[in-house]
């Protein structure tokens, strides 16, 4: 549980915990269960962890969301909507954080970044070759998250050529992409 900052409830574990390791949920004025990864959204919402237990537990029990949002609401799809809702966050992370400066990419300036410890998280494209990943997760223990693009997809999001990997920095910049990678291997 988190030191600081409001705590919430899990509306499937019940679980407390703070609003950084959980998700909420909104119901749009047409009933259906709308993500809100920035808490932002008016009306009442309802906090889940970003689990596939969690998620499924809603999914099969649509009375538990029921309850928090205090309205009749469909869970179905609720796991993949917020997955996807995840991956558009991860996508659009990844632009931002390149753009402010926040990702090293190119095989020798990460392998650098990775030997002088300031890379805090690798990520890798899902064609890159083993070998590439296993000589940089050799230089440093860092999170590894492998991403479900291509290395050409993965150049063009952050604006370059093709990448098998990229390191990401401990700078606000990435904050974002951190906070949503966290949340998108906590659903596996």
Known sequence: MSGRGP????A??????????LIRLVCAPSGAVVVD???????RGA????????LERLESKPGLLARALRTPVSAEGLERAVRDAIWAAVLDGLSLAAAAGGLIGGHDALRDALRSGTVVELISASDASERTLRSLLELGGTTHTPLPIDRAS????????????????DVQASTHLRRQLQRLRQLG
Not at 7 to 10: A, E, P, S, V, Y
């Open 12 to 21: 499937a574990c019940r679980e407390r915990a703070g609003r950084g390791e």
């Open 37 to 43: 990864l920035r808490a932002r959204l008016p009306g």
């Open 47 to 54: 906090w889940v962890h970003p689990r596939h237990s969690c």
């Open 154 to 169: 993965l150049g063009n999001r952050v604006g370059g050529g093709t990448r098998a990997a990229l390191g990401i920095l």
């Open 7 to 10: 705590i919430r409830q899990c």
